[in-house]
């Protein structure tokens, strides 16, 4: 007798449907998976044997083949207990197959036939959405994941027996109604604060400018600044997470099977800080079978690199195409994968090896040309990445005693949510939603500047010895802060603050 | 070609033999030549010689070498200027060790009024605005530039007196066929299109750091005056100021923050006497008797300048909070409660006439 079940597998972040055949004939007793899976599919045998048996049913012995199809894509991972299991029991008539017809079944199956998490449970609900499935059955643990899409009934099972039950009509299993709601608020309560933060003024700012127009940030400053407690602080203050965001953001998550259990989306954005020594793979992703690196994790969110220039030579340089094009595109053997990484890049660098160039109370002890050396690390190309740069002073005790409350991050957070509904209003119909992503015409379209903003930058230009590269960074960030004050037109206060965070350019530090 | 200058250039170069009794020698020999030609007997008869002295002057190693210092000379386009040439310094004659030769790129006069100017090599960005600043001005009153250019103040007198077009001359502690630092090369052209760069080390000479603390004799020999600009505590400048003193020249100093490291060594020489210098009327007033050399009052185009700009009261508070010391933009902002976004504007227009300067770090002082 012959079963059909569906299920789905994975592409990157995206899913797609497999359908598991399987085909129960009279022969010697022999159990066969065709159809490319990996390892963990052809041990799924002993586990779907087992499973069978201890929840009370027989493992028919007879010739039994499943067929994975599409058969020439390869399949990976242990989602496919479940409905390679179901499809033997509706084969050997246990249940009714037409039962499995307008749903999908995914899941881990443990020897005792109960269930156990898989990843990539999101994607591939929302695969089995869009091609029109009603129903989809996962394990307990992921339930709540799935249960974010909205327009499918998601049903957690327990165990193998119960799903049997649910099909014979004994026993029918509920679905899970989706418990996703809007959240704003909620997730920002036990992060930290910038209220936290005492003095540092011009960094919060820049920061908060940073945030609102999505631009990548490097603060230089010695140890002990508060360079790392900034950029900490920084998720806090970005925009609200929209519905579509958290989902694709937890799509990146639910595929490198970070999605902690139980848990439904990630509702708050990712802030990754991986340490220097990583590898430039790593970072931005790949493996035999390419898992979405740190740059992707901090899809919508913050990538903070601290000691910038203790990062290998490598891994910034493989930094420069996916910070430039927002996804990384991944070629190995077993296939080539996209995945999105429209992060904010903050990162943190001391002025010199030992960190004291420039501190005023502690003595530097490196020589002029290590000075030099040390942020020549940093690759032009790298840094024209980085739209705004600034230097993090020592704090003094006064203002560490200061009783003086800082502004606190919800404030912060309000402008830059003001900045960003101007923002996506402004690029509704271009594809991007913030200024950093604009491109050569853009700028020219949205940054015009009026004859007094362009005397002053061209005038800026020749007497501060600005590069060509730094003009369309200095337009963009000042088209942003005059989105944070809500300006419809850039005037020559934006420009000058805008002109005021490009240090790197100013060769102060060469 | 000079024709005494194989031996001039031999008898400058032998190693052994301290340069105050080299002095001597010629004083008794009247040439080098006679030195060259001179036996053993001869040489000890002078009593100022000792047995290694002797044998060195008679040892054929020096001997050989000459004709291959002497192509590379000619190779680097140096002239060298011997203790009697016309060209070499009348003050630097005076001092109890002057060099035997000189070798210059660019030109040496005999009578020139020049003004020391030494610090620190980590010289903060006082040190050398102040530096570049009162070097300039120097320089305008016809005063020549001295210095060794190395990093920091250095570097930054020799800018100032560059900057005006005004004379210069760097003594290196190496062959003048080295360039350093490195990052000087540029600047080395130009003080020999505009003074002169000299060294008593032949072609080849590494920068050995015991040629340094030598070298500086030359500095101060060589001018009327010394000014440090910064100094640390034991600062290669105070060997220069103790130098200058020694050889009778006048020591300035430009007094600093009690607390910054880099001021240390010059307060020290405010307080063991040395003129304090706030502009450079004060080296001025020290030098008017040396008013034939051509010396000019400084003419006061800075005042001139700022006075002609437009300033808001924005700008002008900014101003006067900078002038009582260099503040981060932060502290700023405290003081004068000015929003982030508009104190940066003030700040670029400040900086941008020219009356404020951003040091790394994201500091600001006043530009003077």
């Not at chain 1, 501060?464 to 989105?483: C, F, P, Q, Y």
């Amino acid at each position: 007798m012959l079963s059909k079940v569906n299920t789905c597998g994975l592409l990157g972040i995206d899913g797609y449907m497999v359908s598991v055949e399987t085909d129960i004939s009279k022969g010697l007793p022999a159990f066969e998976i065709v159809g490319l899976g990996d390892a963990a599919v052809k041990e799924a045998k002993e586990r779907i044997r087992a499973a069978i048996r201890n929840s009370g049913f027989e493992f028919p012995s007879r010739r039994i083949t499943i067929n994975l199809a599409p058969a020439d894509l390869k399949k990976e991972g242990t989602s496919y207990d479940l409905p390679m299991a179901a499809g033997i029991l509706a084969a050997s008539g246990i249940f009714p197959c037409d039962a499995l017809s307008n749903c999908v079944l995914l899941g881990e199956l443990s020897l005792d036939g109960t269930l156990r998490p898989v990843y990539g449970v999101l994607p591939k609900t929302i695969t089995a959405r869009e091609k029109g499935f009603d129903t989809i059955f996962t394990p307990y643990e992921n339930a709540k994941e799935a249960a974010v899409v909205k327009g499918i009934k998601v049903i957690p099972v327990p165990g193998l027996s119960d799903l049997v039950k649910h099909f014979r009509g004994e026993n029918i299993l509920l679905p899970l109604e989706s418990s996703w709601s809007s959240h704003s608020g909620e997730e920002h309560k036990n992060e930290p604060d910038f209220a936290d933060v005492k003095g540092q003024g011009h960094v919060k700012r820049a920061l908060e400018v940073a945030a609102a127009g999505g631009h990548n940030l490097l603060m230089i400053g010695s140890p002990g600044s508060g360079k790392t407690m900034l950029a900490r602080r920084m998720p806090s203050i970005l925009p609200d997470l929209s519905f579509e965001e958290a989902l694709e953001i937890t799509k990146i998550y639910s595929v490198a099977g970070l999605l902690p259990p139980d848990s439904a989306l990630v509702t708050k954005r990712p802030f990754r800080a991986p340490h220097h020594t990583i590898s430039p793979v790593s970072l931005v992703g790949g493996g035999r079978i390419p898992k979405p690196g740190e740059v992707s994790l901090a899809h919508l969110g913050v990538l903070f690199l601290d000691e910038l220039p203790e990062f290998g030579k490598n891994a910034l340089e493989v930094l420069r195409q996916p910070l430039e094009d927002g996804f990384v595109h991944i070629s190995r053997i077993n296939g080539s994968f996209t995945y999105p990484c429209n992060t904010t890049l903050i990162a943190a660098a001391n002025p010199c090896r030992c960190g004291f160039y420039l501190d005023e109370t502690r003595e530097c002890t490196c020589t002029l040309q290590e000075v030099k050396a040390y942020l020549g690390r940093l690759s032009g190309p790298l840094l024209d990445r980085i739209d705004i740069q600034v230097d993090v002073p020592t704090l003094n005790y006064s203002d560490l005693e200061s009783e003086e409350p800082a502004e606190p991050s919800c404030i912060i957070r309000e402008r830059v949510n003001k900045a960003r509904n101007i923002q996506r209003n402004r690029f509704s119909q271009t594809g991007i939603y913030c200024n950093a992503q604009m491109t050569s015409p853009m700028v020219r379209k949205y940054c015009r500047l009026g004859k007094e903003e362009s005397d002053l930058l061209r005038e800026a230009f020749s007497s501060l010895g600005l590069t060509a590269r730094s003009h369309n960074k200095i337009l963009k960030v000042a088209r942003t802060i005059a989105d944070l004050e809500g300006a419809e037109n850039i005037n020559s206060v934006h420009i000058s603050e805008a002109i005021q965070y490009r240090i790197l350019d100013r060769n102060l530090y060469k | 070609m000079n024709p005494g200058l194989k031996e001039w250039i031999w008898f400058a170069n032998l190693k052994g033999i301290t340069t105050r009794k080299k002095v001597e020698l010629l004083r008794i020999f009247n040439d080098p030549a006679e030195i060259y030609r001179a036996d053993a007997i001869e040489l000890a008869r002078t009593g100022i010689l000792n047995r290694d002295n002797i044998t060195s002057i008679l040892s054929s190693e020096y001997r050989d070498t000459v004709d291959g210092t002497i192509e590379e000379i000619y190779k680097n386009h140096m002239d060298v200027v011997t203790l009697t040439s016309s060209n070499y310094p009348e003050l630097l004659k005076n001092i109890c060790d002057p060099p035997v030769c000189l070798y210059v790129k660019g030109k040496l006069r005999a009578d020139e009024l020049s003004v020391a100017v030494v610090g620190s090599r980590r010289a903060s960005g006082y040190g050398i605005t102040v530096a570049k600043k009162i070097s300039g001005e120097l320089a305008l009153c016809n005063i020549c530039i001295v210095s060794g250019m190395a990093r920091g103040i250095d570097t930054a007198a020799h800018m100032g007196a560059l900057s005006v077009k005004g004379r210069t001359i760097a003594v290196l502690g190496c062959g003048l066929d080295r360039v350093y630092p490195p990052e000087n090369k540029k600047m080395m052209e130009q003080i020999i299109e505009y003074g002169a760069v000299i060294s008593e080390y032949p072609p080849g000479a590494e920068p050995a750091p015991h040629h340094f603390p030598v070298r500086n004799r030359i500095v101060s020999g060589m001018s009327v005056g010394v000014l440090v600009v910064e100094a640390g505590e034991r600062s290669g400048s105070l060997i220069t100021a103790q130098l200058a003193l020694e050889q009778g020249r006048d020591v300035y100093a430009l007094p600093g923050n009690v607390i910054s490291v880099n001021s240390k060594g010059t307060n020290k020489l405010i307080q063991d006497g040395a003129k304090l210098v706030t502009s450079v009327q004060d080296i001025l007033d020290e030098l008017h008797w040396y008013e034939c050399f051509g010396m000019k009052s400084v003419l006061d185009f800075e005042s001139e300048r700022k006075s002609k700009l437009n300033i808001d009261t924005d700008e002008k508070s900014v101003i006067e909070l900078l002038s009582l010391e260099s503040l981060h933009i932060d502290e700023i902002q405290k003081k004068l409660s000015i929003s982030m976004p508009l104190l940066h504007s003030i700040l670029l227009s400040l900086e941008m006439k020219g009356l404020i300067k951003r040091e790394p770090g994201g500091r600001y002082s006043i530009q003077i």
